[in-house]
């Protein structure tokens, strides 16, 4: 195995002959074991994927990111709320979290008067929500937390609504969407194909349909003394989770990046720091301990 990149390994060649002699041979299964539908590998890649989009499995999947902290950020729903919701039948997709009532909580097992309102309320609160993440919740592939702030960025003057989202998604070309600085081939033809399949198109609908609106930018800013400053952190931090120090960064201008470069202004290192730091050094990128971090996001 070698280093491919910032952290991701990569297997160069199989060493045969330390293998040992009762090894079993891996049989992938071709049918999925929970609808039975077809099973297929993708060229070039190692998962295995089912190829029925509507299998209760995938589903849920989605269920699981489109509440997390990275997408919709909805407290208090975690798989095992949201398995329970499933399977008695009171939702079946995502927009289906925003219908919900007191009422449809309180008869479920395990749920007092006031979890069912503290879910309900925390769903009410998440209808607001950026455009940036947005994208995440959509689960379009290859799209993470920094290419969706690229591109919320780079359109967040034209996107007004969730009709205007779809209807830029769906006008732009492949080779607009390549001229996004960041934006390479693979990412531009993933996000095209996401918005031509009416299934896609249908969720965001609904999504505006329940009352689900969008804020253009991450919040309102600070200041714009971070303005033209990269930043990258590596270690935790406690006086506040990475991703709200991402934010905060973000919010007086900034822009935070998750690979080190020469382009780096700055790393923010916590505790346990990762090989980043020593990639940090080499460039000669200016370090700030946590101290430094906060007095500059003061």
């Known amino acids: 195995i070698e280093k491919a990149g910032d952290v ?5 060649k199989m060493l045969l002959n330390l293998r040992p002699k009762d090894a079993k041979k891996i049989i992938f299964p071709k049918k999925c074991p929970i609808c039975n539908s077809k099973v297929v590998r993708l060229r070039g890649e190692v998962a295995h994927y089912c190829q029925n989009k509507k299998c209760g499995a995938i589903r849920r999947s989605h269920l699981y990111y489109f509440v997390s902290k990275k997408a919709f950020d909805i407290e208090g729903l975690g798989p095992k709320i949201l398995d329970k919701l499933m399977d008695e039948g009171l939702i079946s997709d995502s927009p289906d979290l925003f219908l919900l009532k ?4 309180e008869p479920l097992e395990r749920f007092a008067e006031k979890a069912a309102s503290n879910i309900v309320s925390a769903i009410s609160n998440s209808k607001k929500i950026t455009i940036s993440r947005l994208l995440i919740a959509c689960g379009i592939k290859y799209i993470g937390e920094e290419t ?18 779809i209807n830029l998604f769906q006008k732009m070309s492949l080779e607009d969407l390549e001229f996004i600085d960041g934006i390479g081939s693979k990412v531009a ?5 996401w918005f031509k399949k009416e299934e896609n198109v249908k969720f965001l609908n609904n999504l505006n349909k329940v009352g689900v609106t969008l804020e253009p930018r991450e919040g309102t800013k600070l200041g714009d003394k971070l303005k033209e400053k990269l930043f990258i952190f590596t270690g935790d931090l406690d006086s506040m989770p990475r991703d709200k120090a991402k934010e905060r960064v973000k919010l007086f201008s900034g822009k935070v990046t998750n690979s080190v470069s020469k382009n780096t202004t ?7 720091p990762g090989s980043k730091l020593e990639k940090a050094k080499k460039l000669g990128i200016k370090i700030l301990n946590e101290k430094k971090f ?3 996001i003061k």
Not at 8 to 12: K, S
Not at 148 to 164: T, V, Y
Not at 189 to 193: A, E, H, T
């Open 8 to 12: 991701i390994p990569r297997v160069v």
């Open 102 to 105: 007191e009422g449809d909580l």
């Open 148 to 165: 969706a702030e690229l591109l919320a960025e780079e359109f967040a003057g034209e996107i007004k609504n969730i009709n205007s989202f």
């Open 189 to 193: 033809l993933s996000i095209k194909n």
């Open 266 to 272: 700055y790393i923010v290192v916590g505790k346990n």
């Open 294 to 296: 906060l007095e500059m």
